[in-house]
């Protein structure tokens, strides 16, 4: 990617670059992740974040939901939705350390 | 943030930090974005992907959309929501000229 991108759009880049490298490529679920890829994916690309936060169990929780909702393959949007559902409590989280910091 | 830190733990982290930049700190709104910052936000920090892609008039629409449905401040969840949204058809056009130039 072009020198000229923002962070963030360098920071999109990786996340859509990640999706990319755990989905299926060919056949039945072709650009979906599997939930056992996505659960190999958390533990290798996931593991400080889950780790330090106690944030586990919600992440578990979470691709446990989706076995109840949907077609036990991960979209990207379904992707993109699960890893903001696990970052959502670190951000609060980060937030709150910082205002604390701060005041 | 610690060097033992994944790439995507890095980049997830520059969306919250991204947030907090344009969030709200204190007073009505506090921990939200304010549409008029979520917009400025955008030109700024998104501009070469919205460009690149075309994919400005959807991310307009989905503004919009908020406009009609919630408080007019965006919350974390709402911005992750957001971005994924303006980030899903750019994956989706990646993705197709990965696969039609290894094919």
Known sequence: MAD????LEKAIMV???NFNKY???FGLGKNKISK???????QK??????TDTGNRKAADKLI???????????????YWTLIGGITS???NLIRQQEQQSSS
């Open 23 to 25: 989905m299926t490529s």
């Open 15 to 17: 996340l859509v670059e």
């Open 4 to 7: 000229c991108y923002t962070e």
């Open 89 to 91: 409590p670190i951000a």
């Open 36 to 42: 056992s890829s996505f659960r190999k994916m958390l």
């Open 64 to 78: 446990q939901n989706l076995d109840a909702n949907h077609d036990g393959r991960i979209s990207f949007d379904e």
């Open 45 to 50: 690309e996931l593991n400080h974040m889950l």
